[in-house]
Structure formats: C-alpha cells, structure tokens
C-alpha cells in the first residue's frame, strides 16, 4: 500500500504562484510514473502534469509554461511549482499514481481575479 498527502494549496490572486508537495509512504518502491490531476467544481477531472520515473515530464496544453513537475525520488516527495496562476486554474489538485490505484485527498487552490 501507498499513502498519497498533498499540501500546499491555498487562496492565492491571478497572477500568483503556488508550489504543491505530494508525500507518498508506504511501498513506494511501486511507483513508477506520478501525476497531478485537477477538478473544478461542476467540471470533469482533467489531467495537469505527469512525470515517469525517469524524469520525462508532460503537461495539459492549459498548463504549458506555468506550472513544473517534478520529484523528488529521495524525499518520496512530488511537486507541481505553479506560476502566473489564473482564475481558471481554481480547483482541488490531486497527486496519483494512477497505474497503481493511488490517490491522494486532495489540496484546494483557489485563484482570485
């Protein structure tokens, strides 16, 4: 089993940045690739970031050149650096290892305008 906390989140103004940490215990030796998921209230979960084992990172097209994936395999820690934040991007954020069944509960950002 693996345990999946973000932290982070918060109320923050268009045009802010916010960094996102997702610690995972348990058998983490298990994960291979790592993703931030997103879902604003009335819409459908969207996938924002992914970063393999490896280090090979991708982002939704909504996200590209704002936000950062990325890991810390010695801290089993992983991260989303989110800059020029914008109303839109207002949504709990999860961290997952999706292959894996893993989810953490969730972080809240929300973005003023």
């Known amino acids: 089993q693996v345990q999946l906390v973000e932290s982070g989140g918060g109320l923050v103004q268009a045009g802010g940045s916010l960094r996102l940490s997702c610690a995972a215990s348990?058998?983490?030796?298990?994960?291979?690739?790592m993703s931030w998921y997103r879902q604003a209230r009335g819409k459908d979960r969207e996938l924002v970031a992914t970063i393999s084992s490896g280090g090979y990172t991708t982002y939704a097209d909504s996200v590209k050149g704002r936000f950062t994936i990325s890991r810390d395999n010695a801290k089993n820690t992983l991260y989303l650096q989110m800059i020029i934040l914008k109303p839109e991007d207002t949504a709990m954020y999860y961290c997952a290892a999706p292959r894996s069944g893993y989810w953490g509960q969730g972080t809240q950002v929300t973005v003023s305008s």
């Open positions: 348990g058998h983490t030796s298990t994960i291979l690739a």
